[in-house]
């Protein structure tokens, strides 16, 4: 079955300068979730989309910014990189609008990609 | 959002069974309980949710306590494979709100 596709796996950049990670939902899936991991923490999440509007924001700095597109596929900027930037940055996506009556989008499922080493130098 | 307690870490031997606890005291009606895990290096993995009665899968089991202010995660026999860190998350109707705590983490002697 299809997985949560995540690119680059790595990526090595200098301070200061900028990011763009993508992230492909499985098929069918409207909903897609960042979230970010620090050596050693837990994931923390950043923001979340559904249906291609922004539906959350969680710990994200102003210098990331994220969105959906037609396709589903989403892509997190980040701009004026530090050195506390450097984390494995995950992605999610989940179907929400089959949640429908019976406990809605409580219940469903987060399917994660295998996410994106992000080494700022 | 209501938050959940798990022990820091634990161990179990394999092939024998584990009961992971959660603490989640301000749960509210409406909040299912997950469970995800995390494999050294790979993204958090699902594995059982709940509402109010127990629940079992291919992976493991769920049990809820009758006030839903505590959960317990049981892995039947453990392996070597289920080393990971378990993580303990309420989810409520507020979807886009799904917060990780700081999770268990389960050490499995051969």
């Known amino acids: 079955a299809a997985g949560v596709i995540q690119s680059p796996r790595h990526l090595i950049k200098e301070k200061r300068e900028t990011a763009t990670l993508k992230c492909y939902p499985i098929?069918?899936?409207?909903?897609v979730y960042w979230y970010q991991q620090g050596p050693g923490q837990d994931p923390q999440f950043l923001i979340s989309?559904?249906?291609?509007?922004?539906?959350d924001k969680g710990s994200i700095p102003d210098r990331f910014s994220a969105q959906q597109f037609s396709d589903y596929h989403s892509e997190l900027n980040m701009s004026s990189l530090e050195l506390g930037d450097s984390a494995l940055y995950f992605c999610?996506?989940?179907?929400?609008?089959?949640?429908?009556?019976?406990?809605?989008?409580?219940?469903?499922?987060?399917?994660f990609g295998a996410g994106t080493r992000l080494s700022v130098l | 959002d209501a938050k959940t307690t798990q022990p820091n870490s634990m161990e179990s031997n394999e092939e024998e069974p584990v009961h992971l606890p959660c603490n989640h005291s301000?749960?509210?009606?409406?909040?299912?309980i997950h469970w995800y895990r995390q494999l050294p290096s790979q993204g958090p993995e699902y594995v059982i949710h709940?509402?109010?009665s127990n629940v079992n899968n291919r992976m493991a089991s769920l049990a809820i306590a009758e006030d839903r202010k505590s959960s317990t995660l049981i892995l039947h026999r453990a392996t070597l494979r289920d080393a990971a860190v378990y993580y303990c998350?309420?989810?409520?109707?507020?979807?886009?709100?799904?917060?990780f705590g700081s999770g268990t983490k389960l050490n499995v002697k051969p």
């Open positions: 301000t749960i509210s009606g409406t909040d299912y």
């Open positions: 098929p069918r899936h409207d909903t």
């Open positions: 998350i309420l989810r409520g109707y507020n979807f886009n709100k799904f917060y």
């Open positions: 999610a996506s989940s179907l929400v609008r089959m949640g429908g009556l019976a406990g809605g989008p409580a219940k469903n499922i987060q399917y």
């Open positions: 709940g509402l109010t």
């Open positions: 989309f559904y249906e291609k509007m922004q539906s």
